[in-house]
């Protein structure tokens, strides 16, 4: 009788790290999944999340990651610059004048709106 007892304890100590194993997995490769994205996001490889994994380097990739100039902002003040240094050309005559917003629509008569409640 006690080999049973025994027997039903392992099979639900089993099953308990089963469910633990396949949570702990599902986790990581989330992890994997935003590490992933959020380096693609920021303008590097996104594959660099796999040096995450390597003692030494992951401390030295999260402080780089965290104190350097990321690509994507590089990038954007580069545009920020060109667009600052835009001139756009002089007008010259004989040439079709931009957009202008012109009057309002007149209308004839003032429009008429039904009474509520009706008289």
């Not at 992933?36 to 796999?50: Q, V």
């Not at 545009?79 to 005559?93: A, I, N, V």
Request: aromatic residues 18%; hydrophobic residues 45%; positive net charge.
């Amino acid at each position: 009788m006690p080999n049973d007892q025994s027997s039903g304890a392992a099979a639900s100590i089993a099953a308990f790290f089963g469910v633990y194993l396949i949570i702990i997995l599902a986790i990581f490769i989330l992890s994997c999944v935003m590490w992933y994205k959020i380096f693609s996001k920021a303008g590097y490889s996104g594959w660099r999340f796999l040096w995450l994994f390597v003692p030494i380097a992951n401390l030295v990739i999260l402080i780089m990651f965290a104190f350097s100039e990321w690509p994507i902002l590089r990038e954007l003040n580069a545009l920020r610059m060109q667009r600052q240094s835009f001139t756009p050309p002089p007008y010259q005559q004989g040439q079709p004048q931009p957009y202008q917003q012109g009057q309002p629509q007149q209308y004839q008569s003032n429009p008429q709106y039904p009474q509520y409640p009706p008289q």
